[in-house]
C-alpha cells in the first residue's frame, strides 16, 4: 500500500488533502457524508478577534466552472470560538488548523495567541488575502511590508506551525511568498480567491451585494497551479496548493506543480464526499504507477 | 436529522405547464425521513453552465411506494435540464435540508402559496391533514393556466384561488383574497411559500391578526449544508442561514420583515 503520509514543518499529515477555509464549516457539517477523520486534516472556518455580521445578502454569484462569493468572514469572534467550537473540534483525531484573520495586526496577534493556547490546534493559516472585507484581509497580503510586518507579529506570539494563505491579486505573488518566508512562515498556501465580479444585464445591477467578489471554483485552476509552481520553485517552506481542486487528477498536478499537500475547496458545495474521493484517487494513482509515497511526487513536474 | 447524498431514479416526468414540470423519483433503498418545509440539493449532470446544484423543495413522500416529488420550474439552463430528465435516468441529490414547518395539531390552518411557491405546501397540507387539522389552502397566479396541482389538494382540505386575471378563483393578488379578509381571525396558524413581497404581505395580515405565522425563504445558495454562508437572511439575532436555520422561519425573527409589519409600509415590492 502506497504511503500517504506528508509532512508540513512539524506537522505530520495522514495524507496530503485538507479542506480550504470557509468551505468546510467547522467540520461538522460534513459528518453525516464523511469520515472527516480520514483526511489530512481540516482547516475551519476564519476567526477574527471581533464578532462579525460579514456582508449582506446577496453574497454569492454562480459564474461559469466555478462561484464569486462575498461573505465577508463572518464569524463569532475567536472568544466565541474558543468556549463554544473548539470544545466539538476535539473529537477529530487528524489535524485541525485555525484560519486566523483579522483588521488589524493587533487583531491578527490577538487571535494568534489564543489560538496558540489551544492544544488541539496544530496549526494556524494567517488569512492575509480575503478580499471581501473593506479593511485588514487582502490589504496585508498585496503589499511585501504589509504581509511580512503581519507574519512577524504573529510570528513572536505563536510557537506552533504558521502558515499564511496568500492572494493572487498582486502584481509578484512570489516576492510575497519570500516575504513571509523572510518574516518566519512555516509554510505558505495558495492561492485565495481572484477578484471577480458579476453583473444582471437585465437589471444593469451588480449580482453581489459588495459589487466585487472572490471567485473560486475549476475556472481558476489554471491560475493557482501557475502561481504554486512559480512559488515552489523559489521558497524553502513547504507550499499548499489550492484553487479550483475537484479530482484527485488535479490534486496530483498540484503536487507535481510543487505542492506538499492540497486543499480543497468549493467542490465542497459541489460534492460533499470530493475530498475522501480525492484520497482514494490519489492512492490509486500512486499504485498505478509504482510509487511508493505520495511526497515523492511533490515538485517531480518533467520538464 | 441525518442527511443522506443519493443517486434516485426518475420514475416520471410529468409536464404540469409549460414551465413545470412534476419529477417523480424512487430508490431501491427506502428514503431518508423527511419532513414539509425541507429541501433538497440537486446536481444538474450534463449542463456546463450549472456548476452549483440547486434547491429544490421537497413536494411529496409516498412512503408506501417508497417515492417523493419535486416540483422544478424552469428558469435556466440547470432547470431546463431537470425539465428534460427521462424515466429511468438517474439524479444526485442531497437531502433532507433546512429545518421545516412546525405541525400544528387539531387545529384550524390556512396555506398560502403564490407561483411555484406551492412546490412545499402539498406535503404540507397532507402532514397537517393528518394531524387533525382543518386545512384551508390559498393558491394564487397570474392566470388560470398558473395555478398548480389545485385538484390534487382538494383531498386535505378547502381550497381557495386568486388570479390576477380573474381566469379562475377570485381576481386579484392572492393576497387580496377574502379569506384573508374577513374570515382570517378562524385560523389559528399561517403557513406561506412564494414571492418575496407576496411572503411579507402575508406574514403583515397574520402579525395584524396576531396570527402564529411561517415563511419559507428561497435565497441563493451554494452548498445547502451551512458551510459557505451565502445564503444568509437577517434576522434579530444575526444572520442565519436558509438552508440550516431555515428555510422556514417566524417572520417576526426577520429583521427588515418585522420592522415592515411594525410599521405597516406597503410591502408589495
Known amino acids: 500500500m502506497p504511503g ?3 509532512k508540513l514543518h512539524k506537522l505530520t499529515l495522514k495524507n496530503p488533502v485538507l479542506t480550504a477555509s470557509g468551505t468546510f464549516g467547522y467540520g461538522e457539517e460534513f459528518d453525516d457524508f464523511i469520515d472527516v477523520n480520514a483526511l489530512g486534516g481540516i482547516i475551519v472556518k476564519a476567526t477574527t478577534s471581533k464578532h462579525r455580521e460579514g456582508n449582506p445578502y446577496p453574497r454569492m454569484a454562480e459564474t461559469p466552472m466555478g462561484m464569486l462569493n462575498a461573505v465577508g468572514l463572518q464569524n463569532k ?44 490546534i496544530q496549526a494556524i493559516e494567517l488569512n492575509i488575502s480575503c478580499p471581501n472585507v473593506k479593511e485588514g484581509g487582502m490589504a496585508f497580503g498585496t503589499s511585501c511590508p504589509s504581509a511580512s510586518a503581519v507574519t512577524r507579529a504573529v510570528r513572536e506570539v505563536y510557537d506552533k506551525t504558521l502558515i499564511v494563505k496568500l492572494s493572487p491579486n498582486v502584481t509578484s505573488i512570489v516576492d510575497i511568498a519570500l516575504a513571509v518566508e523572510e518574516a518566519g512562515a512555516d509554510a505558505v498556501s495558495l492561492i485565495n480567491t481572484l477578484l471577480g465580479m458579476a453583473i444582471n444585464a437585465e437589471t444593469r445591477r451588480p449580482v453581489l451585494s459588495t459589487v466585487t467578489g472572490g471567485l473560486s471554483g475549476p475556472a481558476i485552476k489554471p491560475v493557482a497551479l501557475r502561481m504554486v509552481w512559480q512559488v515552489s520553485k523559489v521558497v524553502k517552506i513547504p507550499v499548499i496548493g489550492i484553487g479550483g481542486i475537484s479530482s484527485a487528477t488535479d490534486a496530483i498536478e498540484f503536487l507535481l506543480a510543487g505542492a506538499s499537500a492540497i486543499q480543497v475547496g468549493t467542490a465542497n458545495f459541489t460534492d460533499p464526499r470530493t475530498t475522501v474521493k480525492i484520497i482514494a484517487g490519489i492512492e490509486d494513482y500512486l499504485r498505478r504507477h509504482s510509487i511508493a509515497e505520495v511526497k515523492e511526487l511533490t515538485g517531480g513536474l518533467l520538464l | 436529522m441525518k442527511k443522506y447524498i443519493l443517486d434516485l431514479k426518475v420514475l416520471s416526468n410529468r409536464a404540469l405547464n409549460q414551465n413545470h414540470h412534476l419529477l417523480e423519483l424512487g430508490s431501491d433503498e427506502p428514503l ?39 416540483l422544478i420550474k424552469t428558469v435556466g439552463e440547470g432547470t431546463r435540464h431537470l425539465a428534460e430528465l427521462k424515466k429511468n435516468e438517474s439524479l444526485n441529490i ?38 387533525g387539522n382543518k386545512v384551508s389552502i390559498l393558491i394564487g397566479g397570474r392566470s388560470a393556466g398558473d395555478i398548480l396541482l389545485a385538484g390534487e389538494y382538494r383531498a386535505f382540505g378547502n381550497v381557495y384561488i386568486a388570479t390576477e386575471d380573474g381566469t379562475l378563483g377570485e381576481k386579484g393578488m392572492v393576497t387580496a383574497h377574502s379569506v384573508l ?19 411579507r404581505a402575508v406574514a403583515h395580515i397574520a402579525a395584524a391578526n ?17 458551510a459557505c454562508l451565502c445564503c444568509v437572511v437577517e434576522t434579530n439575532q444575526g ?13 417576526l425573527t426577520l429583521k427588515n420583515w418585522s420592522a415592515a409589519v411594525e410599521t405597516g409600509c406597503s410591502l408589495d415590492q
Request: with cysteine.
Open chain 2, 239 to 251: 444572520n442565519q442561514c436558509v438552508c440550516t436555520e431555515g428555510p422556514v422561519f417566524d417572520p
Open chain 2, 210 to 226: 396576531k396570527i402564529d405565522c411561517e415563511v419559507s425563504l428561497e435565497n441563493t445558495m451554494a452548498c445547502g449544508i451551512g
Open chain 1, 77 to 120: 469572534g475567536v472568544d466565541y470560538f474558543v468556549k463554544n467550537i473548539y470544545p466539538k473540534l476535539l473529537k477529530y483525531n487528524n489535524c485541525v488548523i485555525a484560519n486566523v484573520s483579522d483588521s488589524t495586526v493587533e487583531g491578527y496577534v490577538e487571535v494568534a495567541e489564543k489560538m496558540n493556547r489551544l492544544d488541539h
Open chain 2, 32 to 70: 431518508p425521513v423527511m419532513v414539509p418545509g425541507q429541501f433538497a440539493e440537486v446536481r444538474v449532470d450534463g449542463s456546463p453552465s450549472t456548476y452549483l446544484r440547486r434547491p429544490f423543495s421537497i413536494h411529496r413522500v409516498d412512503r408506501g411506494a417508497n417515492t417523493m416529488h419535486l
Open chain 1, 4 to 6: 500517504l503520509e506528508v
Open chain 2, 94 to 131: 442531497l437531502l433532507p435540508l433546512g429545518n421545516g414547518f412546525t405541525l400544528a395539531r387539531n387545529s384550524e390552518v390556512l396555506l398560502v402559496g403564490g407561483g411555484c411557491g406551492v412546490a412545499p405546501l402539498y406535503f404540507l397540507a397532507e402532514q397537517l391533514f393528518r394531524q
Open chain 2, 181 to 199: 379578509k374577513k374570515e382570517v381571525a378562524s385560523f389559528k396558524k399561517i403557513y406561506c411559500c412564494g414571492p418575496d413581497g407576496m411572503m
